[in-house]
């Protein structure tokens, strides 16, 4: 059974920084897009950040553009666990943060929920102003 397990969400001031974890178990995403995404109050899910393997040892991050310059996502295939780092956080990134992992091969990182096959619990991310 695939599970993803989030940790690092809590409130935070803005202008801080928080670090997401997510531990996949079940089955290994060495190859495989895993991505974050988000859901505010009354939102849709919406895509924030997403890693794919280029071949080789390489791995391509895509960025909402909401969040570029400020996330950084990372993944150890040797943890099988992505990351995501969060720095100058605004009340605006308040939200339950997702953890997901696709179990198709793409030459893209999909920002589009329904395109992930596998998917954590969520974990609260709170920035007070």
């Known amino acids: 059974q695939v599970q993803l397990v989030e940790s690092g969400g809590g409130l935070v001031q803005a202008g801080g920084s928080l670090r997401l974890s997510c531990e996949a178990s079940?089955?290994?995403?060495?190859?495989?897009?895993m991505g974050w995404f988000r859901q505010a109050p009354g939102k849709e899910r919406e895509f924030v950040a997403g890693?794919?393997?280029?071949?080789?040892?390489?791995?391509?991050?895509e960025y909402a553009d909401s969040v570029k310059g400020r996330f950084t996502i990372s993944r150890d295939n040797a943890k099988n666990s992505v990351y995501l780092q969060m720095s100058t956080l605004k009340p605006e990134d308040t939200a339950v943060y997702y953890c997901?992992?696709?179990?198709?091969?793409?030459?893209?990182?999909?920002?589009?929920?329904?395109?992930?096959?596998?998917w954590g619990q969520g974990t609260q991310v709170t920035v007070s102003s």
């Open positions: 997901a992992a696709d179990s198709h091969l793409r030459g893209i990182v999909s920002t589009t929920p329904d395109e992930y096959d596998y």
């Open positions: 890693t794919r393997w280029g071949g080789g040892g390489i791995y391509y991050a």
């Open positions: 079940g089955r290994t995403f060495r190859n495989y897009p």
